[in-house]
């Protein structure tokens, strides 16, 4: 690859609750910080997507605010990063038909995702935008290319989001396919060790705003006293070995790897060091951890919340910095596609 080579990264998140989770945080946005710092950034809060199912103007309004405002407590800097709301760039909705008429309907039938989330109400009362989904998340992705061969797209997400990419990988190809090299395949990028972190009371399901009850969630902006008892009343499993074991002790398994990913240290560290002190000493320094760890999120997230126009500022500034990119790659596509100019 030449010197010049463009290393860009592309993520999005949905403004669906008004706090996101502690699998948000490990499988997804600690990863968005990090790759600051060796690549160019674009992070995304996807209004649009966040209306696929039913939701109040208000609601949406707000929790897209507190979106941005808990990135930036976390430590997306938007000096560094371009941080902004989906529905400012047009182009995002633009080229989603483009790719959706490449795409087949039995293709986009495939997606597990949908199949779960319309599974509660029956496929028949799902919204089309909910079907659409994954295409939509594709356009978000390809947007952001760098020219093909002149550098790399990766996408920070957790192993539920593996099919999605996998279709914006399939979509690049039939794109350049068709119409001439246009796009770089994206790349998934999921450190296995936090790809999927789980329920704290149904240890084997994903930890999920829309499914799992509230004291299976740890929520980023939980109070110190919540978080602390929903770690201290995590399912665990028989026997008292705090040992990693995902068949027989899923619990167990799911506490040690958010030990491990939130302290930085091995999960074999962590069993040496609790080897016969039981479930309960473990806990506590696991809630102590957490508490610790997410408490200066929450005093910062609340600061930015205070300034509405300065958070705005930001996200106008991003707006602004993605327009640039989703712009130029819109022209390309239209022209590719063989849009008339516009005089
Ligand atoms: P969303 O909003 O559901 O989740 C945001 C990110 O958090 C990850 N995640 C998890 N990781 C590990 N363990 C968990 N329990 C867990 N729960 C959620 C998700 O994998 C995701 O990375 N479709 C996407 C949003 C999206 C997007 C994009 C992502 C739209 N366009 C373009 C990447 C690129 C979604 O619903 O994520």
Not at 11 to 40: C, K, M
Not at 70 to 96: I, K, N, T, Y
Not at 253 to 259: A, E, G, P, Q, W
Not at 321 to 330: D, G, L, W
Request: aromatic share 6%; charged share 25%.
């Amino acid at each position: 690859m030449s010197q010049a080579a463009t290393r860009r990264v592309l993520s999005g998140i949905q403004p669906t609750a008004d706090s996101f989770h502690l699998g948000n945080y490990l499988g997804a946005l600690r990863q968005w910080v990090a790759l600051q710092d060796s690549y160019e950034t674009f992070y995304c809060v996807v209004d649009l997507h966040a209306i696929t199912v039913p939701t109040e103007p208000a609601d949406l309004r707000r929790r897209s605010r507190r979106a941005a405002a808990q990135l930036v407590a976390m430590g997306v800097d938007p000096a560094r990063s371009a941080l902004f709301v989906q529905s400012h760039v047009p182009e995002h909705a633009e080229l989603a038909w483009v790719l959706g008429c490449l795409t087949g309907f039995g293709e986009a039938n495939q997606m597990t995702q949908f199949k779960d989330k319309s599974a509660k109400q029956g496929t028949a009362a799902a919204s089309v935008g909910l079907f659409t989904y994954p295409i939509l998340q594709a356009a978000d992705i390809l947007l952001y290319s760098p020219p093909p061969g002149a550098g790399e797209l990766l996408v920070p997400v957790g192993e539920d989001q593996r099919q999605h990419l996998e279709l914006s990988r399939t979509l690049a190809q039939r794109f350049n396919h068709r119409y001439g090299e246009t796009f770089v395949l994206p790349d998934a990028h999921i450190p296995k060790a936090t790809a999927k972190i789980t329920d704290l009371q149904e240890p084997t399901a994903k930890m999920s705003k829309s499914s799992s009850t509230p004291q299976g969630i740890i929520d980023v902006l939980d109070e110190p006293g919540v978080a602390r008892r929903k770690i201290m009343r995590a399912i665990t499993d028989t026997g008292t070995e705090v040992t990693a074991d995902e068949q027989n002790k899923p619990g167990v398994t799911n506490l040690l790897r958010i030990f491990s990913a939130l302290a930085g240290e091995p999960i074999e560290d962590l069993e040496r060091r609790y080897a016969g002190t039981g479930y309960g000493q473990f806990k506590k320094d696991l809630a102590q951890l957490t508490v610790d760890t997410l408490a200066p999120i929450r005093e910062r997230t609340e600061k930015l919340l205070a300034d509405d126009d300065q958070l705005d500022r930001i996200l106008g500034q991003g707006a602004e910095r993605a327009s640039a990119v989703a712009t130029r790659t819109m022209a390309i596509v239209r022209d590719r596609v063989g849009f008339v100019g516009r005089g």
